[in-house]
């Protein structure tokens, strides 16, 4: 059994901050892969950027390259969301999730992850 927890989610002004972390349990995540989602009210669930648990290797959606960065603590089982120059569209429920080297679908779409955590609330305040 996986488990996902996301924190670190919370009220932010435009131009700020936040870091956002994913604490995973249940397994050796060495061949996982992590992913940030995000889902904004009345939109679907978009990707936002993605981590390799072994080698580090990274994506971001274009809207979050340049702001956004994703990491890993391997000794903590955890991977953490830095977002700076924070806006209003920005505003979401952020979701971290977990794929295997056998998950089908792509790192870039929800149906490409087997495990996904309960998500956490940025709300950024213009």
């Known amino acids: 059994q996986v488990l996902l927890v996301e924190s670190g989610g919370g009220l932010v002004q435009a131009g700020g901050s936040l870091r956002v972390s994913c604490a995973a349990s249940?397994?050796?995540?060495?061949?996982?892969?992590l992913g940030w989602f995000r889902q904004a009210p009345g939109k679907e669930r978009e990707f936002v950027a993605y981590?390799?648990?072994?080698?580090?290797?990274?994506y971001y959606s274009d809207s979050a390259k340049g702001r956004f960065t994703i990491s890993r603590d391997n000794a903590k089982n955890t991977v953490y969301l830095q977002m700076n120059s924070l806006k209003p569209d920005d505003t979401a429920v952020y979701y971290c999730?977990?794929?295997?080297?056998?998950?089908?679908?792509?790192?870039?779409?929800?149906?490409?992850?087997?495990?996904w955590g309960k998500g956490t609330l940025i709300t950024v305040s213009s």
């Open positions: 999730a977990a794929r295997s080297p056998y998950s089908g679908g792509t790192l870039f779409n929800t149906g490409g992850y087997d495990y």
């Open positions: 249940g397994r050796t995540f060495s061949s996982y892969g």
């Open positions: 981590i390799r648990w072994s080698g580090g290797i990274t």
